[in-house]
Structures are given as structure tokens and as C-alpha cells.
């Protein structure tokens, strides 16, 4: 549940992050993108501005033949006219043969030619007053006409300026002057092709490859255009801003991959979604570890409290029975010389058992701290089998098993810890006697394999579960059954054996056994192999 909670704090404190880095995205594109605009709608007027400051200064006596030089000289000029205050068209003289371009001029402008108002409304003694450019523009063009002034002297206070005309959807622009008095307009139609190619500079070049952007005029087609971004994937401009009223109607526009800004929704979900499953499998793989860790101590704790009452008893029973048999033999209170054998044998084989258990407990406290030394020295291990088994001889056939060994007859060098040894087969039998002495056989037999010796203790008793084999060898584990409950134990034999037996460079391994039975192989390296466990 927590997990879940810091996954989903995550997941939106990712998305609060994308949509603030989109928004900064979008608003220096914006600012690019205006200033794409006043660039464009700055190269109009510097245009404009120069053909209207030839025009006023333009001498005039001969103007119409000033005009038709201007015309010839200058390839921003498509065509020039004067008309005078009634609407009457001077210039081209429609008395005369026109041109195919003249006529078409003519055709153009008609309406604007017989509407007075249009003019008057653009009438100012400033040529300024035609755009509307923003105050950085603005300042811009004052200050870049203030210097020419400067160069060629002021004009004269004049009435004139430019006129925005559409004509079967395309923009076309009449630039104007009134010279004199009389009334009679002096002018020009501005060239829209060599503007537009005065303009093409003004869109940035190194655009990223995601990025497109585009002037589009008044009707939507695109004049011009730069960027990596395939027009194909275009659906809708993410921005647009208008050029102004250099160029009235016209945008600057930038395309993006699906209109928006930062990351695209899927691969964006897709990085936030990865990084939320991974917050959630670490959180969550996290918590189960430390269940586990917290379910595992739980358990070791139990199983220490287990194993201090299970070493208790085991000590207390044969500790009461040693009491017991020898207070009896004290108090003098046997008389049978037969029952006082038996008494004194009883002390013997519990005293000894109480010994193998502090030996076991010493050992496995030794194991622990790994502080358990080991005499390696070099002996013959037949002789140890017979010596531990001569021993236990007596304890096996109390249980009613018979006792079968195998091995060879000759010596068996090796070098090892022959206490450890001894104690191993002695942990091995003592669980044999315990836990299968109904299946009333034992056999201990040892044979060469390799350079190794193995030694396997084997019963026929009802045998251990395989689901049992890798946990008997874990401290404290016993097996759960009612075999085991019978039988005292503290679960820490087959444990220590096994640490010892690899301490010495062997092992000790429970073999399956075909018809019920444990087989238990201890192995001893062998002298090529002892070299490498002598550590
Ligand atoms: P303990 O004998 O003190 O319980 P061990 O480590 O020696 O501890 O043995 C672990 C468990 O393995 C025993 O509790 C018993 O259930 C099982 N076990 C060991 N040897 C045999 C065997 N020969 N036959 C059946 N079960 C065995």
C-alpha cells in the first residue's frame, strides 16, 4: 500500500514536471517566433520606406517619366500610376495601347481607383502611420529611417503611404504620394515576389529535426519554410503569430510533432509508466525482503528459545537417572551384585551421552564463532572406524539392530581431524539408534572413490522425506513426525557434522535410498586432495 502510494506521488509529480518543462518549451518558442514576425514585418518597411522616400522625392515636373524609370530601374516596382483627384487614372494612359500587365493593374485596382474614402483613411504626413508595428518595431524603424534622413536630408512634409490590397486572394500593396496640390496621387504597386524573396532570410535555418516552421499568407499557403519536421506529420500549427500590418492577414507559424511541446504523450508515458513500475517493483521487492528478513529472525529466534529448553532436558534426563542409580548404589540399598552391574552400566552409557551432548553444543558454540580448531594430522582411517564402532557396539545392539561393516583390511593413510571424524560417525549412529532402530539393521562400511574415501552409515528404518533432505542439515531443524517426537534431540547433529566435514575439505550427503532407509556418505579427501583443504 505505501508502495503504491509513493508510485502514484510519483507518477504525478513526473507529470506536474513534464508539463512545466512544455510550458517553458512553448514559451521561448513563442519568443522566437514573434521575433521571426518583426524581422519579417521590419524587412516590409524598410521596403516600403525606400520607395516611398523615392517617390516624394521625385521632381514634379516629368514625374510620369520619373515614374516609368523607377519602374524600369527597380525590380521591387511591378508597375506605376498617378491618378488624379476625381479617380481619373493619368498614368498608364488608357488612351494609349497597355500592356497585358497594365490592363491586368488597371483590373486589380479599379475599386480602390474610384473609392476616395480608401485613400483618406491612409492620408498622414508620416509614412508611418501605414504599419502598426509593436514599440520594439516601431523603434527599430524610426531609428533606421531617422539615420537615412540624416544622410539624404528630411523630406518634405508630404501626404502618402501604402495600401494593403487583396485581390483574388493574394495580397498586393499600392504605395502612394501627393506631391502638389492639385491633387494628383503619384504611385507604385509593389513587386510581391522580390519582397518575398527580401524576406526569405528572416526564417531561422538549424532548426531542430522535430521543429518546422513556415510564413503563410492571408489564404493559408505556405511561402516559405524551414525545419526538419516532414510536412506529412503536420496536423495543426502548435503556434501561430501574426505578422502585423506590414503584411495583414499573414502568420508566422511553427509545427511540432502532434501539435504540442516536450515529450510526446506515448513516449512520455511510457518513460513515467517504466519509472513508476520500477519504483513500485523496488519499493515492493523491498518490503518483501525485509517480511522475510523480519519472518526469519522470528523463526531463529524461536528456534534458539526451542533449543535451550531441548538442551535442558536432554541434560536433565540422563543428569537424574546418573542421580537416581547413584544415590541407590550409595545408600547401599542394591543388594544384588547383578542390579548393581546394571546401575553402574546405566551411569556409564548416560554419562556418555551426556557427554556426546556438551560435546555437540561445545562444538556447535565453536562453529558459530568460528573459532573451532582442528588437529589435522596423519593417520589410518580404519583404524578410527573400528575404534568408534567397538564402542558403539553395545549402544546399537541394546536397540535390537544388527550391525554389518565393510572396509578394507589393509591400512588407510589420511590426513585429517580424527576427533571430528569420530565425531561425525558417532552423531550418524546416535541418530541412526534413535530414529531407525526399528528397521534392526546398521551398516557402516568405507571404500576408496577417486583419491577420496567415503564412509556411509545406512538403515533400514522408515528413512527421512525427501522434501526433508537440504532442511536436516539447517541448525535446529528436525523433522516434524511423531518418530522424531519420540526420540530427544535438539536438531543440531546433522548440522555440525556437515560444517566439520567441509571444514576438513569433505562433505556429508544423505543419499535416496531404494526402499525405505537412510543412507548418510561422509567424504574424507584424499592425500592429493588434502593439499587444497589445508587451510
Ligand atoms: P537431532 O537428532 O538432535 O534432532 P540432527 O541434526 O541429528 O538433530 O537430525 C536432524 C533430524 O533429521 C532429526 O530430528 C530427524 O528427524 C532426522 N534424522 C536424522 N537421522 C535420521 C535417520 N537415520 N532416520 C530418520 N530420520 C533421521
Known sequence: ?????????????????????????????????????????????????????????????????????????????????????????????????LTGEQSGFLLRYKALFSDSIAWETRVTDDAEQVVRPSASRRLLSVMKRAKEYDVIGPAASTVGGWIPWYWENRLGMLGWVQLSADGVRHGVELEMVTLLAELLPVLPDGLPANRRMALIDGAGRTVHQTGGLSPAEDIEPALRVPVGSALPHWEVVLYTPNGTFGRTGSGYALLSGMLVVVLFVSLFGSGILLLREAHRNRREAQQKTTFVSNVSHELKTPLTTIRMYADLLAEGRVSEPEKSKRYLETIGSESRRLTRLVNNVLDFSRLEQNSKKYNRCSFDLCEILEETIQLQRLRIQAVGMELTTAWPDIPVPVVSDPDAIRQVLINLIDNAVKYAASGKALHVGMVRTGNDYSISVADCGAGIAPRHHARIFERFYRVDDSLTAESQGCGLGLSIARRMMEDLGGSLSLLPVKGGGACFTVLIPGECNEKNSDS
Open 1 to 97: 500500500m505505501p508502495a503504491c502510494i509513493i508510485a502514484g506521488i510519483a507518477a504525478r509529480l513526473l507529470a506536474h514536471e513534464q508539463s512545466l518543462l512544455s510550458h517553458a518549451t512553448e514559451l521561448a518558442a513563442r519568443e522566437q517566433l514573434e521575433g521571426v514576425a518583426e524581422q519579417a514585418a521590419l524587412a516590409v518597411e524598410t521596403v516600403q520606406d525606400e520607395l516611398l522616400r523615392s517617390l516624394e522625392n521625385m521632381s514634379t515636373a516629368g514625374v510620369e517619366k520619373n515614374l516609368q524609370t523607377l519602374e524600369r530601374s527597380n525590380p521591387l516596382v511591378r508597375n506605376v500610376f498617378s491618378i488624379n483627384a476625381d479617380g481619373r487614372v493619368l498614368l498608364p494612359d488608357d488612351a494609349l495601347p
